[in-house]
């Protein structure tokens, strides 16, 4: 085994060691170098426009360095408690895909950690204003971490979503989301309303102005939710409506962007709103910024940057005195909504630190609540 393989292992399980799922202190990782334009040599690059495949897609992309699969929502309790969740999936690859194996190759590699997988978890508790959220790691492999169709199949040990088995069809709705933790559990079955949204052009979404700076990315934007969320010893039917993104890329970020504000809308009215506003060195919103509009049907009218205003009205602190803002205005064309998290402190305190919650939507003028949605904030040091 040469060296370089080693040092990855030993990194891997240090990873590992620290970042269990009880653990509440973790080693921060580097979001740019994960995200950034750096070390793509032997990757896949998102340039052209593609042709999507379902449910193929739903599956790894191995040659790409990276990729999630992304699931929130708003639910409420059958005695009216409202709780927000996510459930994401990462992949990272540690070096490009290699020429197939032979068996005593294959023997001598048995060590090597090619990828590197992590999932976490949040439960929001909206009626106590509490916020639960853990991380899992693994490398791939078949009982560890992986994504695959024919069965539908994603998973981090025992963290999962697969295609119910009464089903025919191994990929169809519905999906089932289980996650088990000590602090709080989901048993979550998710149906699709409204067809998958290519996102940007055609599925090709562009991040920063290089060539290949981008993700293919597409949305689901709206499944209708039922099951039950579990917090403590208190168990809670519910019923409500998830959204799940699916991104994969190589790289996206380039030097002077340094994070994204991100929201995912869901409008009692059955119409959604996605927009990503990705942030300059001096926190305005770069010329990258995208989104869509999508109508009860699934027909998307793209966003640009230039049509959309966001104002921060109010800001929530971090321990480590990191701004979040958490009370928002945001503009678009001739409507105008209030953005206001349901629980201020729903910071991901793991080791890819972040803000991701659950919001409420209100009409800025009468202040009736119009729907649910989530947001998610990133702040990257720059390079």
């Given at each position: 085994?040469?060296?370089?393989?080693?040092?990855?292992?030993?990194i891997?399980?240090?990873l590992?060691?620290?970042?269990?799922?009880?653990?509440?202190?973790?080693?921060?990782?580097?979001?740019?170098?994960?995200?950034g334009?750096?070390?793509?040599?032997?990757?896949?690059?998102?340039?052209?426009?593609?042709?999507?495949?379902?449910?193929?897609?739903?599956?790894?992309?191995q040659?790409?360095?990276?990729?999630?699969?992304?699931?929130?929502?708003?639910?409420?309790?059958?005695?009216?408690?409202?709780?927000?969740?996510?459930?994401?999936?990462?992949?990272?690859?540690?070096?490009?895909?290699?020429?197939?194996?032979?068996?005593?190759?294959?023997?001598?590699s048995?060590?090597?950690?090619?990828?590197?997988?992590?999932?976490?978890?949040?439960?929001?508790?909206?009626?106590?204003?509490?916020?639960?959220?853990?991380?899992?790691?693994s490398?791939?492999?078949?009982?560890?971490?992986?994504?695959?169709?024919?069965?539908?199949?994603?998973?981090?040990?025992?963290?999962?979503?697969?295609?119910?088995?009464s089903?025919?069809?191994?990929?169809?709705?519905?999906?089932?989301?289980?996650?088990?933790?000590?602090?709080?559990?989901?048993?979550?079955?998710?149906?699709?309303?409204?067809p998958?949204?290519?996102?940007?052009?055609?599925?090709?979404?562009?991040?920063?102005?290089?060539?290949?700076?981008?993700?293919?990315?597409?949305?689901?934007?709206?499944?209708?939710?039922?099951?039950?969320?579990?917090?403590?010893?208190?168990?809670?039917?519910?019923t409500?409506?998830?959204?799940?993104?699916?991104?994969?890329?190589?790289?996206?970020?380039?030097?002077?962007?340094?994070?994204?504000?991100?929201?995912?809308?869901?409008?009692?009215?059955?119409?959604?709103?996605?927009?990503?506003?990705?942030?300059?060195?001096?926190?305005?919103?770069?010329?990258?910024s995208?989104?869509?509009?999508?109508?009860?049907?699934?027909?998307?009218?793209?966003?640009?940057?230039?049509?959309?205003?966001?104002?921060?009205?109010?800001?929530?602190r971090?321990?480590?005195?990191?701004?979040?803002?958490?009370?928002?205005?945001?503009?678009?064309?001739?409507?105008?909504?209030?953005?206001?998290?349901?629980?201020?402190d729903?910071?991901?305190?793991?080791?890819?630190?972040?803000?991701?919650?659950?919001?409420?939507?209100?009409?800025?003028?009468?202040?009736?609540?119009?729907?649910?949605?989530?947001?998610?904030?990133?702040?990257?040091?720059?390079?």
């Amino acid at each position: 085994m040469t060296g370089r393989p080693v040092r990855l292992l030993l990194i891997f399980i240090l990873l590992l060691q620290a970042c269990d799922d009880q653990s509440t202190q973790a080693p921060t990782l580097d979001l740019m170098n994960i995200l950034g334009g750096e070390a793509t040599q032997g990757f896949e690059r998102a340039i052209d426009i593609r042709q999507f495949q379902f449910p193929k897609d739903h599956a790894s992309h191995q040659g790409f360095r990276n990729e999630w699969w992304y699931f929130t929502g708003n639910l409420v309790s059958e005695d009216g408690k409202h709780f927000g969740y996510q459930v994401t999936f990462f992949r990272t690859s540690l070096s490009p895909p290699k020429e197939p194996l032979g068996k005593a190759q294959n023997q001598e590699s048995s060590w090597v950690v090619q990828d590197i997988w992590m999932a976490h978890a949040a439960l929001t508790d909206i009626h106590d204003q509490q916020h639960h959220a853990l991380q899992r790691f693994s490398r791939a492999g078949p009982a560890l971490a992986g994504a695959t169709v024919d069965p539908l199949n994603i998973w981090l040990d025992d963290w999962q979503v697969i295609s119910k088995p009464s089903f025919n069809k191994s990929n169809e709705f519905p999906w089932q989301v289980t996650i088990n933790t000590d602090d709080f559990s989901l048993e979550l079955d998710l149906t699709a309303v409204k067809p998958p949204v290519l996102q940007g052009d055609r599925g090709l979404s562009q991040k920063s102005a290089p060539i290949g700076n981008a993700s293919y990315y597409y949305s689901y934007s709206r499944l209708l939710t039922t099951g039950k969320v579990r917090i403590g010893n208190n168990d809670y039917p519910v019923t409500g409506t998830s959204w799940f993104d699916r991104e994969w890329s190589t790289s996206a970020l380039d030097k002077g962007q340094t994070g994204w504000d991100w929201f995912s809308l869901q409008f009692d009215t059955g119409e959604d709103l996605m927009y990503y506003q990705l942030r300059d060195l001096q926190g305005n919103a770069d010329g990258n910024s995208q989104g869509s509009w999508i109508d009860e049907k699934g027909g998307k009218t793209p966003i640009n940057e230039q049509d959309m205003q966001l104002n921060v009205l109010k800001e929530w602190r971090n321990d480590d005195g990191q701004v979040y803002p958490v009370h928002w205005q945001m503009d678009y064309g001739d409507q105008s909504w209030i953005i206001q998290a349901a629980v201020e402190d729903q910071f991901m305190d793991l080791a890819v630190p972040y803000w991701e919650g659950s919001v409420k939507i209100y009409d800025t003028t009468s202040m009736n609540l119009l729907g649910r949605g989530y947001l998610e904030m990133t702040r990257i040091k720059p390079i």
